[in-house]
Structure formats: C-alpha cells, structure tokens
C-alpha cells in the first residue's frame, strides 16, 4: 500500500472516532433535555391535578349553599 493510502485509512479513521465522540455528545445532550422536559411535564400535571382538585371541592361547597328557589 502506498503512504497516501494509509495516510487517507488514517485521516478516516481519525475523522470516525471524532463522529463517534460527537454521536455520544449529541445523546447525552438529549437525555439530558428529555429529562429536563419530562420533570417539566410531570410538574405541570401535578398543578392540574391540583388545580382541577380544587375546582371539584368549590363546584362541591357551591352546590351544597345552593337553595332551591321554590
């Protein structure tokens, strides 16, 4: 093999493990975002649990001061 063969096998090599090492950035990245986004979730359903509690318990005190108008 000449030199400028082996020279462009390792200029690929070289250039591929650079990939891999992005490839394993961009992930982390990603679980790291998606876990930011899913506690973000899971708070935002937590308050609307809480929100929609709160709504039945005041539909449930209106109704019982509610006095038929007969």
Do not use: F, W
């Not at 082996?6 to 975002?33: C, F």
């Not at 973000?40 to 005190?61: C, F, H, Y």
């Amino acid at each position: 093999m000449g030199k400028s063969y082996e020279a462009s096998i390792k200029q690929l090599q070289k250039d591929l493990s650079e990939s891999k090492r992005e490839v394993t950035r961009v992930e982390a990245n990603m679980a790291e975002a998606l876990a930011a986004k899913n506690a973000e979730i899971e708070a935002l359903l937590s308050s609307m649990d809480a929100v929609k509690r709160q709504a039945a318990l005041s539909e449930g005190n209106l109704a019982s001061m509610q006095v038929p108008l007969c």
